[in-house]
């Protein structure tokens, strides 16, 4: 007879998908989290993030301050690396990186710190400029947030990480490159990995339940949708904060807003 996954009893779980820049769908997220835990308080309440803070929604400086002034309730919160701030981080180091950042959500993020990119040339002294200019604005509590952000959590059962893992590599020896990047062949992988993945990453209108993984990414800064994961026991379920003006399905999305 199959094991159903499960947490430690007392403990409760709170995942909470890719927000992309979009503050105040996690400010929503937040306070329909606490009224869910006055509802019912857990002996142990984590809060975990799953990446992708920055970039494509137009607030990824406040949300980093958010994220930095901690939880508005009692958790013990995990914050982990998405590959959206894995590119940020390689900017730092990189200036060149720049062009290929700001063509998937890097413009956005550059515009939240007062850094604007709208009209671009690609001349090195505007790279140098601009990677001169975001130093400068980044505050040093920011930049060590970023880079203090974690690769995995596990608890009980479950694996959390942004992306997925590699198919067939243990979870002790999974590589950073899959953990903050991989779609295939994880996505595609039935195989168990030794525990439930529970990953964003990968963006669709509602959260995918599979026997081996559960996918929370619902395309926050274009759906209007971020989502968090509830796990307790042996069940699940979802919470979602919503923006209704925001009617767009993520099929009317650009190719190159996929990475």
């Known amino acids: 007879m199959k094991r159903q996954m499960c947490l430690p009893d ?13 503050l105040d769908l996690l400010q929503i997220l937040h306070t329909k989290i606490q009224k869910d835990l006055e509802a019912r308080p857990p002996e142990e309440c984590v809060l975990v993030y799953m990446g992708d803070y920055v970039d494509r929604g137009p607030h990824a400086n406040g949300v980093i301050s958010a994220l930095i002034r901690g939880v508005p309730f009692q958790a013990e919160a995990h914050y982990l690396k998405g590959n959206h701030e894995d590119a940020l981080l390689t900017f730092l180091d990189d200036p060149s990186f720049l062009r290929m950042w700001r ?14 990119v709208s009209t671009p040339t690609d001349d090195e002294d505007w790279v140098h400029e601009t990677h001169k200019r975001f130093m400068a604005a980044l505050p040093r509590t920011h930049l060590a947030f970023l880079q203090g952000l974690k690769l995995s959590y596990e608890k009980g059962d479950f694996f959390f990480t942004h992306a997925g893992v590699r ?36 963006p669709q209108e509602q ?10 990414d619902t395309g926050a800064y274009i759906t209007g949708a971020l989502t968090a994961i509830v ?12 923006d209704p003006k925001a009617p767009a399905k993520l099929g009317e999305q650009r190719e190159s807003e996929t990475a």
């Open 10 to 22: 007392g403990v409760r779980v709170y995942a909470i998908g890719d927000i992309h820049g979009r």
């Open 167 to 202: 198919p067939g590599v243990s979870l002790e020896d999974q590589q950073a490159a899959d953990l903050l990047w991989i779609r295939e062949p994880f996505l595609a992988s039935k195989k168990f990995h030794g525990k439930v993945i529970i990953h964003g990453h990968t």
């Open 103 to 116: 063509d998937y959500g890097g413009a956005e993020t550059l515009a939240s710190y007062g850094v604007e």
């Open 231 to 242: 796990i307790e026991g042996t069940t699940f379920r979802f919470l979602q904060a919503r």
């Open 207 to 216: 959260p995918v339940i599979k026997t081996n993984r559960i996918g929370i």
